[in-house]
């Protein structure tokens, strides 16, 4: 089992649309939580970032952990074109050094 | 541009053939990590320098891999002896950590994608 699941899609959703995207972690030593973007062929950037349980928002992105549960997410509202790219999560022990363990990623479509 | 920079972006290279991949961080990055990306995966750590020394490996890096980063600036990563499976993306990403300090956020360069045939 890897430590980080992630459904790799694509989701294709309509210009405007929420798009819902989540991960799933096994190892409860995990304490903080990113979301990266990444175009094709292009290197992943960071969207979201969270330390504690409960909802982030930055503008039309809401970022959502669950340590419960083991469960993270993310929410795009009011999706545009430019959306279109893999969402990778990222968990990261809080250890020295930020080695980041990252989902397979989820390939998003946003059509106009 | 001050972003990560990595050379080549692509290098095509026969089975066998040794290739060696530049990382140029963010100049006041302490911090320089490799990772591998297959098609549909996501990136998978490497190794990782604290200034110039090599703090962490993963099993992944055989003995064919070697990183350097030298003067703790830029940073190598050689593959002797290419195999079929070693086509991939390398990236390279970079840090600012302070001690006990860090944000998770790495700085990815646009990657060097390596195909051997």
């Known amino acids: 089992q890897k430590e980080v699941e992630q459904d790799p899609g694509p989701l294709s959703v309509p210009e405007g649309a929420i798009v819902s995207l989540n991960c799933t972690y096994s190892n409860s030593a995990f304490q903080y939580f990113m979301w990266y973007r990444q175009y094709s062929r292009k290197g992943p950037e960071l969207l979201m970032y969270?330390?504690?349980?409960g909802n982030k928002e930055d503008g039309r992105f809401t970022a959502q952990v669950d340590k419960s549960s083991k469960y993270i997410s993310l929410f795009i509202r009011d999706s545009q074109p430019s959306d279109s790219a893999t969402y990778l999560c990222?968990?990261?022990?809080?250890?020295?050094?930020?080695?980041?363990?990252f989902g397979g990623g989820t390939r998003v479509l946003v059509k106009p | 541009d001050t972003g990560v920079s990595q050379d080549p972006r692509h290098k095509i290279t026969k089975r066998g053939q040794n290739v060696t991949f530049r990382c140029d961080p963010i100049?006041?990055?302490?911090?320089l990590y490799w990772y591998r990306q297959t098609l549909g995966q996501g990136p998978e750590f490497l190794t990782y320098f604290q200034n110039e020394a090599q703090l962490e490996k993963s099993r992944l890096l055989s003995d064919r891999f070697s990183a350097e980063r030298p003067k703790g600036s830029f940073s190598t990563l050689e593959i002797q002896r290419t195999e079929q499976g070693d086509s991939a993306m390398y990236l390279c990403?970079?840090?600012?950590?302070?001690?006990?300090?860090?944000?998770?956020?790495?700085?990815f360069g646009e990657g060097s994608r390596l195909t051997v045939l």
């Open positions: 990403a970079s840090s600012l950590d302070s001690e006990g300090g860090h944000t998770g956020e790495l700085f």
């Open positions: 990222a968990i990261n022990v809080g250890a020295a050094g930020n080695k980041l363990t």
């Open positions: 969270t330390y504690s349980s």
């Open positions: 100049s006041e990055h302490n911090r």
